[in-house]
């Protein structure tokens, strides 16, 4: 079993940055593709951005691109997204998820949430303009 624990939201001017942690517990956390989802009320969950952990590749929504960056430590089990540039539409609540080294994975498989077995309480985000 793996559990996930997001820290780091909160309330932010546009412009501004904040770095969200999810730390993971249990075992194989570098073999596990790790992904940062974000959504609001009413709507679906929304691919943000994603890590792999057999050669760090990463994926970036196209919205996010260019402002927010993601990044793992594997020691410390822990996976970032540093978000610059806050904009009001980045305003959600950001869930931390992590995928199955068994599960057999191919494409964009890191896009969708359904690739994902375990994921974390949230922690909101909210940009005010």
């Known amino acids: 079993q793996v559990q996930l624990v997001e820290s780091g939201g909160g309330l932010m001017q546009t412009g501004g940055s904040l770095r969200l942690s999810c730390v993971a517990s249990?075992?194989?956390?570098?073999?596990?593709?790790m992904g940062w989802f974000r959504q609001t009320p009413g709507k679906e969950r929304d691919f943000v951005a994603a890590?792999?952990?057999?050669?760090?590749?990463?994926f970036y929504a196209d919205s996010v691109k260019g402002r927010f960056t993601i990044s793992r430590d594997n020691f410390e089990k822990t996976v970032y997204l540093s978000m610059n540039g806050l904009k009001p539409e980045d305003s959600a609540a950001y869930y931390c998820?992590?995928?199955?080294?068994?599960?057999?994975?191919?494409?964009?498989?890191?896009?969708?949430?359904?690739?994902?077995?375990?994921w974390g309480q949230g922690t909101q985000v909210t940009v005010d303009s």
């Open positions: 998820a992590a995928t199955t080294p068994s599960r057999y994975y191919s494409g964009t498989y890191y896009l969708s949430p359904h690739s994902y077995d375990y």
């Open positions: 249990g075992r194989t956390f570098s073999s596990r593709t």
């Open positions: 890590i792999s952990g057999s050669n760090g590749n990463t």
